[in-house]
């Protein structure tokens, strides 16, 4: 091939790839199952935003290799940054719990308590090549809206294998584990908030 015909084909690949598009970026969240509220409790839950760790406070999704290794995936994203989907999601699957005769987003003058939190862990945990978790770590902290007193506190691990080894998976997943944690703590929180003095 001569240097001319060389060159007009390297140049004609380069034109190529620089006219590929990307692919698409998709959007995922977790979604809260659709339920009636379960009963009418007493009190009003005030969720504020969750404090996201910086490695996840980011709409990117996180997927890990190894312990000390995190990377983020380029074309799949969250709907909106974790800690901010995951408050939306508490005050929703709080409120459907039946806990509490209210929650709502924020702070409320006519909240009794307020519940906030850190979260530690949100991403997709590859063990192996067939094996694959979500896993999410969070810290939550309910205290009193007239006084700041803390009334309770806990850090939560939950996994959850994946089903399929996909970001729609992986939410899938994550919202599994999320429902575990609000069923834990429900009853935690609204004992809590009736034990105030």
């Not at 009636?36 to 910086?54: N, Y």
């Amino acid at each position: 091939m001569t240097r001319i015909a060389f060159a007009t084909f390297a140049l004609f690949v380069f034109a190529a790839a620089c006219g590929s598009s990307p692919p698409p970026v998709r959007y995922y969240q977790i979604a809260v199952p659709e339920a009636e509220p379960a009963g009418q409790g007493e009190g009003i839950l005030a969720v504020e935003r969750i404090r996201a760790d910086a490695a996840y406070d980011d709409a990117r999704i996180v997927y890990r290799e190894s312990p000390h290794r995190l990377d983020y995936y380029h074309y799949h994203r969250w709907s909106s940054p974790p800690g901010m989907m995951l408050s939306d999601y508490l005050r929703v699957a709080y409120d459907q719990s039946g806990h509490f005769g209210s929650v709502v987003s924020g702070f409320s003058d006519d909240a009794d308590a307020i519940l906030g939190g850190r979260l530690m862990a949100f991403e997709e945990v590859n063990e192996t090549e067939d094996r694959w978790l979500a896993r999410v770590r969070l810290e939550l902290r309910l205290r009193d809206a007239k006084t700041g007193e803390l009334l309770w506190s806990s850090v939560i691990t939950e996994t959850e294998p994946l089903e399929e080894h996909e970001p729609e998976g992986l939410a899938k997943a994550l919202g599994v584990a999320m429902d575990r944690i609000v069923a834990a703590t429900g009853p935690d929180l609204r004992d809590a908030l009736g034990d105030r003095e």
